[in-house]
């Protein structure tokens, strides 16, 4: 079984700070890797697939990049609304799918 | 626009069955298949299974093989998760979501507990 990592577990940033959340995978999944937001009490929202591409809705300030077993979530310009976990998940074997553990962002 | 409206709370006893139902909206029911994930406290996204709401079709994660059933109405666009012998450690939200390889809508939760 592909197992997904990600690093930080968590992170603590200013509003106005570029914050980076990396995702790996144990093999390679070529691109196919979601990103998920679940803000608190809340289900999760997708924000990105395919690695890079925006969910419609999605700000801008939230970027993809990545593939084979390496992958960043990126949030430029942190809000106090981004706040909440963010999870990736891999599709490469769907509908047998898996997601990392997740990583909490909290605002300094 | 797309909806996805889970069932209400369920307690129950260890040992006890649940169903969880997941009525879509929106959408053409049977082109999309389903996935369950749920989320014990404190914890992450845990897939539990899919099923094809066009043909039926399921696949379950190892963990929950024997005690899942996953199957869908079309006639009411609805689709359902039943979990038998439930454990203490079953205690968790169950949430159901669209399926395009990827998890694009979700249902609002369905927090099932099991208490004596």
């Known amino acids: 079984d592909i197992q997904m990592t990600q690093s930080p577990p968590s992170l603590s940033a200013s509003v106005g700070d570029r914050v980076t959340i990396t995702c790996r995978a144990s093999q390679g999944i070529d691109n196919y890797l979601a990103w998920y937001q679940q803000k608190p009490g809340k289900a999760p929202n997708l924000l990105i697939y395919?690695?890079?591409t925006l969910q419609s809705g999605v700000p801008s300030r939230f970027s993809g990049s990545g593939s084979g077993t390496e992958f960043t979530l990126t949030i430029n310009s942190l809000q106090p609304e981004d706040v909440g976990i963010y999870y990736c998940?891999?599709?490469?074997?769907?509908?047998?799918?898996?997601f990392g553990p997740g990583t909490k962002v909290e605002i300094k | 626009q797309v909806q996805l409206v889970q069932s209400g709370h369920e307690v129950k006893k260890p040992g006890a069955s649940v169903k969880v139902s997941c009525k879509a909206s929106g959408y053409i029911f049977n082109t999309y298949g389903i996935y369950w994930v749920r989320q014990a406290p404190g914890q992450g996204l845990e897939w539990m299974g899919w099923i094809s709401v066009y043909n039926g079709n399921t696949k379950y994660a190892q963990k929950f093989q024997g005690r899942v059933t996953m199957t869908t109405d079309t006639s009411i666009n609805t689709a359902y998760l039943e979990l038998r012998s439930l454990r203490s450690d079953d205690t968790a939200i169950y949430y159901c979501?669209?399926?395009?390889?990827?998890?694009?809508?979700w249902g609002q939760g369905t927090q099932v507990t099991v208490s004596s």
């Open positions: 998940q891999r599709y490469d074997s769907a509908p047998r799918i898996s």
């Open positions: 979501a669209r399926d395009i390889d990827f998890l694009d809508f």
């Open positions: 395919g690695a890079s």
